[in-house]
C-alpha cells in the first residue's frame, strides 16, 4: 500500500525527499531500534522480499519519427532493438512497485501529452483486478534513437531535411504518428509490467558503487561568460568546462533465493545520444552493454539503465576529443563499444563483494506525491516525485532532463547512505542551476528555471513534519573547526581539510546527537 505524506509536506518536491534526508529543523522522536539487514542467511520465504523480471521487445515495425532533434528525422531501418525493462519488488508487508526502464528519450505524461504514464497504469491495474496493485515507475533512459512520443508535436513533415523531404515526400502516410507509437508501446510495456509482478520468486538484493567514464559535461564557458553546449574548446576565448561531471554508476543487484544473480539495476548520469544524428532506431550504448554482460554473465541477465541527473552530460567527450578518436582507430572499437566495456566493468568487478552482502528483507518503504514547483514564469505545476527506501539505500525519481548539480546536492544530503536519483520519470523538461541561465547556453532559457531545481533539494523550514514511515532517521552533524590541522583567521576562510565532524552518540530515545551538542 502506498504511504503518504502530511499535507503541508506536500507544498514543496524537497520534502517527499526527506524519507532519504535527514533536514528538518525540527526535533523529532525515534526510538532508535532499527531492524538489522540479514546478510546471506536463511531466511524463510514469508521473510525474504519478492522478486521479479520481465522484458519486451517495443521496435515498432514500420518507419517512425525519431526524437531528440530540432529536426525531424524518419527512421530508415533498426540498428538494434530498443526494449522495456520491468522489476517487480514487494516487501514481506505487501507493499510493492514495479520499476520500467524504456528505451525513448522521454517518458510522455499529463504534461507532455499522451501520457504514456498514467496509460501504462491504467492497463496494469485493469490487469491486476482484486490484488493489491503495485506503483508502476516508469524512466526513459533518454536514447535520441527511438520514436518520438510527443503527441502534442505536429508539423513534423516541415522540419524534415532536404533529403529526407524528397525521399518520403509521396509516402508519409506510412509513417508512424507518435500517437499510434503509444498505441502500440503502451500494452507491451503494461503487459511486461504485470508479467514482473506476477513472476515474483523469494529473493534479495544487494548494492554498489563504481565508477565509468561514460558522460561529460558538454556546456564550455568563454572569456566574456557565456556558456555554450557543444562549444569550441580550440576557441582563444574558451576559459573552462562549466560544471563538473559525475563517474559514479549506482548498482543494484538481484537474487534469486539460491544466491544466483538474476538481474542488475545500472544507475548512472549520463544519456546515450552516441547516435542522436543517424536515421536508424537504436537503444545506443545501452545495446553493446546488454550484450557485453550477457556474454559475460549469462543470457537470462535482466538489465534496467536508469539515468541520474545529467542534463549538462553527454556520452561524447568535450575534451581530449582528437586523442579519444585516435584511441578509438587504434583499438577498432567505437565509442558505444568503449562505454559497453567500461560499464561492465563496473558491475562485474564489485559482483563477488555484492554476493557477500545480499539482503534478503530490506526495509521498504514509499512514497508517490504530486508537488507544486514554481515554473520559470511564476505559474505553479505539480509534478511527480516517487521515492522508495530499501534498506540503506534509496531511489528518488523526478520528471525533468535535471543538471548533474541538483542530483549532487540530492545524493550528499540525503539520509541513505547512496541513493540512485532517477530523472526522466517524465516529460523531460531541462532544469538548469543559475550559472548556466546566466551563460545563456541551451537548455537554461526553458519553463523550468533554478528556482525548481532548488526546490528540488533544499527542505521548507515552515513545513516541518513528522514522516509516517518508520525509517532510521539522524541530525545534520554539524562541523567545527580543528585547530591541530591549521589556523586560519576566520571560519569563512577555512579550506575543508580544517573541518571535522563532531563525535557521534545515541541517546535512548532520541535521536542521534553530536556527542556534547
Known amino acids: 500500500m502506498k504511504a503518504t505524506l502530511p499535507g503541508r509536506l506536500a ?57 531528440g532533434q530540432r529536426y525531424s528525422r524518419i527512421s530508415e531501418g533498426v540498428k538494434d532493438p530498443i526494449t522495456a525493462t520491468a522489476l517487480a519488488l514487494e516487501s514481506d508487508s505487501g507493499e510493492g512497485v514495479v520499476l520500467v526502464s524504456i528505451d525513448l528519450s522521454r517518458i510522455p505524461d499529463e504534461v507532455l501529452g499522451g501520457d504514456m504514464r498514467g496509460r501504462v497504469r491504467e492497463m496494469v491495474r485493469a490487469a491486476l483486478p482484486g490484488e493489491e496493485v503495485p506503483e508502476v515507475i516508469l524512466n526513459a533512459t533518454h536514447t535520441h534513437a527511438a ?22 515526400a509521396d509516402k508519409l502516410d506510412t509513417v508512424m504518428l507518435p500517437g499510434e507509437y503509444l498505441d502500440f508501446a503502451v500494452p507491451l510495456i503494461a503487459e511486461a509490467a ?18 565509468a567514464v561514460v558522460g561529460h559535461n558538454r556546456i564550455m564557458s568563454y572569456a566574456d561568460g557565456s556558456t555554450i553546449m557543444y562549444g569550441a574548446t580550440d576557441h582563444p576565448d574558451f576559459t573552462n568546462v562549466e560544471g563538473w561531471e559525475d563517474h559514479s554508476v549506482n548498482l543494484l543487484y538481484t537474487w534469486d533465493d539460491n544466491s544466483e544473480l538474476t538481474g542488475v539495476i545500472i544507475n548512472l548520469p549520463s544519456p546515450s545520444q552516441n547516435d542522436e544524428v543517424r536515421f536508424e532506431i537504436s537503444a545506443d550504448f545501452w545495446h553493446e552493454t546488454r550484450r557485453a554482460l550477457r556474454e559475460e554473465l549469462g543470457d537470462d541477465l535482466y538489465i534496467l539503465p536508469q539515468p541520474s541527473a545529467a542534463g549538462d552530460q553527454s556520452e561524447r567527450p568535450m575534451i581530449h576529443r582528437r586523442a579519444e578518436g585516435r584511441m578509438q582507430e587504434l583499438t577498432g572499437e567505437g565509442l558505444r563499444e568503449r562505454i559497453a566495456e567500461q560499464i561492465s566493468n563496473a558491475v562485474t568487478e564489485i559482483l563477488p563483494t555484492m554476493k557477500e552482502n545480499i539482503e534478503w528483507n530490506p526495509q521498504f518503504t514509499q512514497v ?46 540525503s539520509e541513505a547512505i547512496q541513493t540512485f536519483v532517477v530523472q526522466l520519470a517524465g516529460s523531460g523538461n531541462y532544469v538548469a542551476p ?32 513528522q514522516l509516517t514511515m518508520n525509517l532510521p532517521k539522524t541530525t545534520p552533524v554539524p562541523w567545527e573547526v580543528d585547530k591541530s590541522r591549521c589556523l586560519a583567521p576566520s571560519v569563512l576562510t577555512l579550506p575543508a581539510i580544517c573541518l571535522t565532524r563532531k563525535p557521534m552518540r545515541k541517546t535512548p530515545g532520541s535521536l542521534t546527537t553530536p556527542a556534547g551538542g
Not at 503527441?151 to 523531404?165: C, I, K, N, V, Y
Not at 504485470?194 to 565508477?211: C, D, H, K, M, T
Not at 533544499?458 to 513545513?463: C, F, V, Y
Open 147 to 168: 520514436p518520438d512520443p510527443q503527441t502534442h508535436t505536429t508539423g513534423f513533415e516541415d522540419r524534415l531535411r532536404p533529403r529526407q523531404a524528397e525521399q518520403w
Open 194 to 211: 504485470v508479467e514482473a509482478w506476477q513472476a515474483r520468486q523469494p529473493g534479495g538484493i544487494s548494492f554498489g558503487l563504481n565508477y
Open 434 to 465: 543559475q550559472r548556466t541561465v546566466a551563460g545563456g547556453a541551451y537548455g537554461s532559457q526553458r519553463e523550468w528555471g533554478p528556482q525548481a531545481g532548488r526546490d528540488l533539494v533544499e527542505p521548507s523550514l515552515m513545513s516541518c513534519g
Open 368 to 413: 508517490t506525491e504530486h508537488v507544486p514547483l514554481t515554473k520559470s514564469d511564476g505559474s505553479v505545476l505539480p509534478v511527480e516525485v516517487y521515492v522508495l527506501r530499501l534498506g540503506d539505500m534509496a531511489f528518488a525519481t523526478n520528471p525533468f532532463d535535471l543538471y548533474t548539480d541538483f542530483g549532487v546536492r540530492i545524493q550528499e544530503r
Open 11 to 67: 507544498k514543496t518536491i524537497a520534502l517527499a525527499f526527506l524519507i532519504v534526508a535527514g533536514l528538518t529543523a525540527c526535533s523529532e522522536n525515534s526510538s532508535g531500534n532499527t531492524e538489522e539487514t540479514v546478510t546471506n542467511s536463511t531466511s524463510t520465504d514469508k521473510e525474504m522480499m519478492q522478486i521479479g523480471w520481465s522484458s519486451v521487445d517495443i521496435t515498432p515495425d514500420a518507419p517512425v519519427y525519431l526524437s
